[in-house]
């Protein structure tokens, strides 16, 4: 029998489980399987199945390519922040067609939050949850799910697993984290917890081991692995002591390093969008050039396709322009707009309209001609060539890989001028 630890867990809810000792009357030998028995529930599920001489032969739980991290917010807020980190990593895993999952603790909480994030979602109450799930399966991307997803699944390539709020105990995640990696993919398993929250269900729970082993691992100062190892397997082993093993957050840069980039990552994209709206409603070049024109508002009034206003940067010279670019990033920048399909409502779905058409480039090309802050800009991407002439230079630097990493991800030249340009003063 598989998932043994269901029968000490899980009876009080599936009063069924508390029938299975009735197997003893059957004359064969019983094996009991799971991953998840800590060596102090050996005595409750003896009992539970009448087995008083029962040899028990264990394996280490450790999970070697898991990096655990826990990411605390306000109260209140644990949804929203989810969200936002969900945001993010959905378009990363769907450019690569890996797959994560987000588990919630209640069916509204999972419905609403994959209704904003665009996915599909699995919990018990769901009749079509065979469907959604076998859809996540083919197309990858994230699914938000309740604990009615924590056993049992064996799928290859997951490699982010994020929880909202606090898990249930220690077996429920490591159950739930250990969805993923499951073929040697390294797994992101996030926690994301409210301020409060834990030491009020240590609290509330203070006889409950899982629950008091769950706490310790997120508010515990030490290694965050070597609390689920003590627990679990009874015996201590921190990220140091596996040869190769992913650090947690404890053990590798700290937990306030990665917020830090999580949150910066978060509030630069957002500044993004907005420069990308707001732009997107009229013309990119009388708004980057025209002090006149953004101050009387007649930059809403054309489109930069029809704009004739500054030589060199018209809108049918920067249609030529776009045209001349060739993407060699390997950054999936869609061949319209040029925005990077990770980071496009549209994601990679040809038949959708761009959702912010004519703005990476005339951004870019526009930056290229404005003296001082634009073109500053531009060098500081890593351009060194010319800028002037017939521009065939530029396009083609514009269309490669840009050198670094943006938000941890690559992007093609023409992305990042036109991020930086968004990041920096409204106008040049």
């Not at 996030?190 to 082993?213: C, F, H, W, Y």
Request: glycine share 12%; proline share 3%.
């Amino acid at each position: 029998m598989d998932e043994c630890h269901l029968i000490v867990t899980s009876s009080d809810w599936r009063p069924k489980l508390a029938l299975l000792k009735n197997l003893r009357l059957l004359p064969c030998p019983i094996v009991l399987l799971t991953a998840t028995l800590p060596p102090v529930q050996e005595g409750k599920l003896a009992a539970s199945m009448l087995l008083p001489c029962a040899t028990y032969i264990r394996a280490s739980t450790v999970r070697p390519d898991t990096r655990y991290y826990v990411s605390w917010c306000e109260p209140g807020r644990a949804l929203e922040t989810a969200l936002a980190a969900g945001q993010q990593r959905q378009r990363q895993l769907l450019s690569g067609r890996e797959k994560g999952v987000v588990y919630c603790r209640s069916r509204q909480q999972c419905e609403e939050l994959a209704k904003a994030l665009g996915c599909g979602h699995y919990h018990a109450g769901d009749v079509d949850r065979a469907e959604q799930l076998g859809q996540w399966l083919q197309d990858g991307g994230l699914i938000v799910a309740t604990s009615a997803l924590g056993t049992g699944i064996d799928v290859a390539g997951i490699v982010y697993v994020l929880h909202v709020g606090m898990p249930w105990s220690m077996i429920d995640f490591a159950q739930e984290s250990g969805r993923g990696g499951r073929a040697g993919e390294t797994l992101d398993s996030v926690v994301i917890v409210e301020d409060g929250e834990v030491e009020r269900a240590m609290k509330q729970k203070s006889n409950d081991l899982g629950v008091q082993a769950m706490g310790t691992f997120l508010i515990g100062s030490s290694c965050r692995r070597a609390a689920m190892s003590s627990y679990l397997d009874g015996k201590r082993v921190e990220c140091g002591d596996v040869d190769g093993a992913a650090s947690c957050d404890r053990c590798g840069e700290g937990v306030q390093g990665w917020q830090d980039a999580q949150r910066e990552a978060s509030a630069q994209w957002q500044q993004v969008q907005e420069v990308f709206d707001e732009v997107s409603k009229g013309c990119v070049v009388c708004w980057m050039l025209s002090k006149e024109a953004v101050a009387t508002g007649r930059w809403l009034e054309h489109q930069v396709m029809q704009c004739t206003a500054f030589p060199g940067v018209t809108g049918a010279e920067l249609d030529r322009f776009r045209g001349r670019i060739v993407d060699w990033s390997g950054g999936s920048s869609c061949w319209r707009c040029w925005v990077s399909q990770r980071y496009c409502a549209t994601g990679l779905d040809v038949n959708r309209a761009c959702q912010w058409p004519n703005v990476v480039v005339p951004l870019a090309r526009v930056a290229a001609r404005a003296e001082g802050g634009g073109r500053q800009i531009v060098r500081r991407c890593g351009y060194t060539g010319e800028l002037g002439g017939d521009w065939g230079e530029y396009a083609r630097w514009l269309g490669q890989r840009h050198e670094g990493r943006v938000w941890g991800e690559q992007f093609s030249n023409a992305m990042v001028v036109a991020i930086r340009v968004a990041l920096s003063s409204p106008k040049l």
